[in-house]
């Protein structure tokens, strides 16, 4: 796993560096689009470039937010507008039958709202939840904000 964790660190290390707030904006967008570079690290840098003078502690939040959120809805768009398709043509090559996404999707409407919320709270798993928020169709009003509980009538 280190030779590919590795990289993405030096990655982000030779970036903030030369780039500043571009470059926390759009490592966290990478972040949240699925592609795992350390949140942590990512904001890490952030925050000693702050201790340096080189950049502000409000520069660098709004950077690591809104790249946040920018990934996060690229994710839900391909999910949404490709997904379940794609799921359902090469599934079979990582062993997803159609019975297996039927069944995650049954799960899904039951549970996908606090799985989205609680996941969002999760290392490594918060990179990838958007992805199947879009799959599920989970509705974009709320996927950002996610209001607790979404219930759907009848239940």
């Given at each position: 796993m280190q030779h590919i964790i590795g990289p993405l660190i030096n990655l982000a290390t030779d970036?903030?560096?030369?780039?500043?707030?571009i470059a926390v904006f759009l490592l966290m967008a990478l972040e949240s689009a699925c592609i795992p570079i350390p949140s942590e690290v990512i904001m890490l840098l952030g925050g000693?470039?702050?201790?340096?003078?080189?950049?502000t502690l409000?520069?660098?939040t709004a950077?690591?937010?809104t790249g946040n959120m920018a990934g996060s809805w690229l994710a839900y768009a391909a999910g949404r507008y490709g997904g379940r398709g794609a799921?359902?043509?090469?599934?079979?090559?990582i062993f997803l039958s159609s019975e297996k996404l039927d069944m995650a999707d049954k799960?899904?409407?039951?549970?996908?709202?606090?799985?989205?919320?609680?996941?969002?709270?999760?290392?490594?798993?918060?990179t990838f939840i958007s992805l199947p928020a879009g799959i599920g169709r989970m509705p974009f009003a709320r996927f950002p904000l996610i209001p607790w509980p979404a219930r759907s009538p009848g239940r």
């Open positions: 970036t903030i560096g030369p780039y500043g707030v000693f470039q702050v201790a340096q003078g080189k950049m409000l520069e660098v950077a690591g937010v799921l359902e043509r090469y599934g079979k090559y799960w899904w409407a039951r549970y996908g709202s606090p799985a989205v919320f609680f996941s969002r709270m999760l290392p490594i798993i918060r």
